[in-house]
Nanobody
């Protein structure tokens, strides 16, 4: 089992910045992908950004140029730096970790942290 603990959400004004963190613990595999998804009321969960253990990144078009995902493999932690935040970025942001080999790949989710962008 893997536990994911998120931190860093909150209320911020439009144009502001926030940094989310997510630390993984438990049965850690070196082959993994970590990232962030978000869900707002009435909408489906959507990918925000992911990063592999080798540092390959993927971003939603809506956040490219504003958000940056990074990770510290020694700490099993992933970060999401969010700049130039917009009201439409308001959502619950959930940390994701997928790990394993072939058919043993498993997905894990954090409980989520609320990000509210409002004046």
């Amino acid at each position: 089992q893997v536990q994911l603990v998120e931190s860093g959400g909150g209320l911020v004004q439009p144009g502001g910045s926030l940094r989310l963190s997510c630390a993984a613990s438990g049965s850690i595999f070196s082959l993994n992908t970590m990232g962030w998804y978000r869900q707002s009321p009435g909408k489906q969960r959507e990918l925000v950004a992911t990063i592999t253990n080798r540092g390959n990144t993927n971003y939603a078009d809506s956040v490219k140029g504003r958000f940056t995902i990074s990770r510290d493999n020694a700490k099993n932690t992933v970060y999401l730096q969010m700049n130039s935040l917009k009201p439409e970025d308001t959502a619950v942001y959930c940390c994701y970790r997928g790990q394993g080999y072939g058919s043993s790949w498993k997905d894990y989710w954090g409980q989520g942290t609320q990000v509210t962008v409002s004046s």
